[in-house]
């Protein structure tokens, strides 16, 4: 019976005490947010749910390279035949965020191809600045400014902190910095996702190609962008996800998951202008034509052990009709600044003919071995080719791209070694040569 008496008491002081608590609880003001509940994850929260956010990242890419210059290549006058540099391949700094119901705001800006031979103190650019509304949830958006958001394939706008390889496979961003800034257009998109179809359209406003430094004012019987004012361009890109989806907030693509999602992803994209080319023909008329590439391609990335191992593979298809003959050199952040031998097609320092009228095909495979490695950290080896038949040239083109990634804190921080070769021909569109580069990248991004 006395158990049972100070059960009931106890009980009883129980319930007063927490009627007592409940009713202090009541009368205090509700504790305000502590400071790290407001930021957090890189964002900085505008409302008490966190729905409304800001977001803020950062990227540095570091190169130190030894290679082969193309022949006739000459430094401030002085003849190179090849050399070490150091430069600083990217540097961004983004800023977005859903800063209020349905809006979103994306901004970019940074600097590329620093090096011993740049301009000093030329400054960052925009490289993205657009806003977004959203009429249908996840179906619809609807935008405008300075964006990626483009047509024909998943790696013409790459998230470049999450490449595989040492670098994009730049032949697919199709007018790159001629009538664009690096990629970016002026442009109204509209963007979303139809079950596993996920979509983005769009029609941009070309920049001028005086503009550019690769503008050449005379015409020639070889296709070359017009100087008249440009038509819009239409862009598409589709690609059905089979697998786990991907965010599609900015327009950039993963390189590599890095075994954190399965994705199973084929796609195929258009970009069109009309007139956008001209050229003579052999009565020395002036003729125009259009713009128009199409490409198609398959993207697996995946876990496929225990331990942590994934795979990565990307394929693409792509023919570009830039007009008869066009072909146009990529150096990606060029060591040199002249030539002394104007027979050889590629120009100086590491110039090669990556864009041309014709077809392409490229392929990269990449196998992570499992976690913890060395340590805590694991590698990554790669494998990529970009083979082309282009029209001006006389042999197929075929340049090669082979490294491994030291994964020292997954693409946080990352180390690259890489060699690349490339093919040298003259203007003839004859194959004489193949010169080597030898590319180490260090790489740190939030």
Request: proline share 4%; charged share 20%.
């Amino acid at each position: 019976m006395k158990a049972l008496k100070y059960a009931v008491a106890f009980c009883g002081l129980s319930a007063l005490f927490l009627s007592l608590e409940a009713k202090a609880q009541e009368q205090q003001p509700a504790p305000e947010k502590t400071k790290h509940e407001f930021w957090h994850d890189k964002k900085l929260y505008l409302n008490e749910d966190g729905s409304n956010y800001l977001k803020f990242a950062l990227l540095s890419q570091v190169w130190i390279r030894n290679q082969e210059y193309n022949p006739g290549t000459t430094i401030f006058d002085s003849p190179k035949s090849s050399g070490t540099d150091i430069g600083i391949r990217r540097f961004r700094i983004q800023m977005y965020g859903q800063v209020a119901d349905r809006v979103f705001i994306y901004g970019q800006i940074g600097q590329n191809n620093f090096n011993n031979v740049s301009d000093r103190k030329q400054g960052f650019f925009i490289h993205d600045a657009l806003g977004e509304y959203e009429i249908d949830k996840g179906r619809l958006s609807l935008g405008a400014g300075l964006s990626s958001w483009t047509g024909l394939s998943r790696f013409s706008a790459s998230s470049v902190g999450s490449i595989m390889g040492i670098d994009i496979p730049l032949f697919l961003e199709s007018t790159n910095d001629v009538t664009d800034q690096f990629v970016r257009k002026l442009s109204f998109y509209a963007k979303g996702k139809l079950g596993k179809l996920d979509y983005r359209v769009a029609f941009a406003q070309p920049l001028a190609i005086q503009k550019s430094s690769s503008y050449v004012a005379a015409i020639s019987e070889r296709s070359n962008f017009s100087p008249k004012p440009p038509q819009m361009q239409y862009n598409g890109y589709f690609q059905y996800q089979f697998k786990d989806q991907e965010s599609n907030l900015t327009p950039y693509a993963t390189g590599s998951y890095l075994g954190k999602k399965k994705v199973l992803n084929i796609g195929a994209g258009i970009v069109y202008q009309q007139d956008a080319m001209w050229h003579k023909n052999i009565a020395n008329d002036t003729i125009h034509t259009d713009m128009l590439h199409l490409a198609a391609d398959v993207f697996y990335d995946a876990p496929i052990g225990s331990r942590g191992e994934a795979i990565s593979f990307y394929g693409n298809f792509t023919h570009y009709d830039f007009g008869p003959n066009y072909i146009r050199n990529a150096a990606p952040m060029n060591p040199a600044n002249g030539s002394n031998d104007s027979s050889i097609l590629n120009g100086s320092g590491n110039g090669f003919p990556a864009y041309g009228t014709g077809n392409v095909l490229y392929a990269q495979l990449g196998y992570k071995l499992k976690d913890n490695l060395i340590g805590t950290t694991t590698l990554m080896p790669y494998v990529a080719i970009q083979h082309a038949h282009y029209e001006r040239l006389n042999k197929d083109m075929s340049f090669y791209d082979i490294g491994v990634n030291w994964l020292l804190n997954g693409q946080t921080s990352k180390f690259t070694v890489s060699y690349q070769n490339r093919p040298i021909y003259t203007t003839s569109g004859n194959l004489i040569d193949h010169k080597g580069a030898f590319i180490a990248q260090y790489q740190v991004s939030i």
